[in-house]
């Protein structure tokens, strides 16, 4: 009984706030276009990344889009439906916020209730976890409750609307990646039902999922028969820290994310690991690495909103997963100051916040 009861609230916790904040997020890198005074798209960049398989069930190509009039934030994929195996993901981000793309595994419970009360799978997930969780979130952000007492709301509120939550699993996706760029991450799918979300914030408080960024993947039985990827790079996070490697050469890499152990309950922010590569366009300080710190925090008042610090361009990673998993991060990286780090509070005293620097030239550097 005392294990049933650690594993529900480690899952709820771990999953709660993501997935609830479902209604709630460089030159020579890979780029789409788009307009800064506006925040808006232009036509998208034709240039292809040269990681991702062309054409195939097994590419899925997400791009975003923000309408200014009505304030949602959109993905927009090229299909909805792959075969079960490694999946590549290319996330272009054509509009003015950070944004991520998280994947929940559902469980058929949810599918049940949603049928149930004769919903699509999007609407009931919507309407029992997106809606509640911001209903919640926002006389925290208000001010006028503690973050203790949002999460007992939250904890109530949810497990009355869909009990079935704590049951679904987060499998990464693409990571954080800001205006202009264009990220690739592969992971291991299995046959269900998926739904992405982006809980990166409007200034308003409102999570991008709360404004239409929720979207739903059916992942068939039969195999895509895709090789696992080989890397040229190890990166590991676990609750002891992120460990990467001192030398790094400039060049294509492909970075395989290994998730070791995480804390029972999750951090203080109620969620478990991911891990983002951060490139500094003109450098860092310890000044910028304390704000990059705080803004990953999404229970910091400006924690996760719209965009990262000015200096910090966010190139993609892998988002939760569960210990004993992996996914693979694809990436060109030109000579520079980068850092690996953890979406959890104060990561460079958890050892989640790791500086590098590639060198000029083919000779690695520290």
């Not at 998208?44 to 991702?52: N, Y």
């Not at 400006?302 to 965009?307: E, F, I, T």
């Amino acid at each position: 009984m005392k294990y049933l009861t650690w594993f529900f609230h480690q899952r709820l916790t771990a999953f709660l706030v993501v997935f609830l904040m479902l209604l709630s997020g460089c030159s020579d890198f890979q780029s789409v276009s788009f307009d800064e005074e506006n925040g808006e798209s232009n036509e998208i960049s034709k240039q292809e990344s040269k990681f991702v398989v062309k054409g195939g069930p097994n590419v899925v190509e997400i791009t975003t889009e923000h309408n200014h009039d009505s304030n949602e934030h959109l993905f927009n994929l090229n299909i909805n439906e792959v075969p079960e195996g490694w999946i590549h993901f290319r996330l272009n981000n054509a509009t003015h916020a950070d944004h991520f793309f998280l994947l929940y595994k559902v469980p058929q419970a949810a599918i049940d209730a949603a049928e149930s009360a004769n919903q699509t799978l999007l609407e009931h997930w919507y309407q029992t976890v997106t809606a509640p969780f911001q209903a919640e979130w926002n006389p925290y952000i208000n001010g006028d409750i503690s973050f203790g007492v949002f999460v007992n709301n939250l904890f109530s509120a949810v497990l009355s609307s869909a009990p079935w939550f704590p049951n679904a699993v987060t499998v990464g996706g693409p990571g954080i990646t800001s205006p202009g760029q264009i990220s690739e991450t592969t992971v291991h799918l299995t046959e269900g039902v998926y739904i992405a979300e982006c809980y990166v914030r409007d200034e308003n408080g409102e999570f991008h999922s709360y404004n239409g960024m929720l979207e739903m993947i059916t992942v068939t039985g039969q195999s895509s028969g895709e090789r696992e990827p080989r890397a040229t790079m190890d990166v590991m996070v676990s609750q002891s820290g992120i460990e990467n490697p001192d030398l790094v050469r400039p060049g294509a890499h492909t970075v395989a994310i290994h998730f070791g152990e995480q804390p029972p309950f999750g951090y203080e922010h109620l969620l478990g690991h991911n891990v983002q590569l951060v490139y500094f366009e003109n450098g860092y300080n310890s000044q910028l690495l304390d704000e990059l710190g705080t803004w990953m925090d999404w229970t910091e008042m400006d924690g996760l909103v719209n965009r990262a610090p000015d200096g910090a361009t966010f190139l993609g990673g892998a988002m939760e997963m569960l210990g004993g998993n992996k996914a693979y991060f694809k990436i060109k990286l030109k000579p520079g100051d980068y850092a690996w780090i953890a979406e959890v509070p104060d990561p460079d005293a958890k050892g989640m916040l790791k500086t590098f620097t590639v060198p000029f030239g083919n000779t690695a550097g520290k």
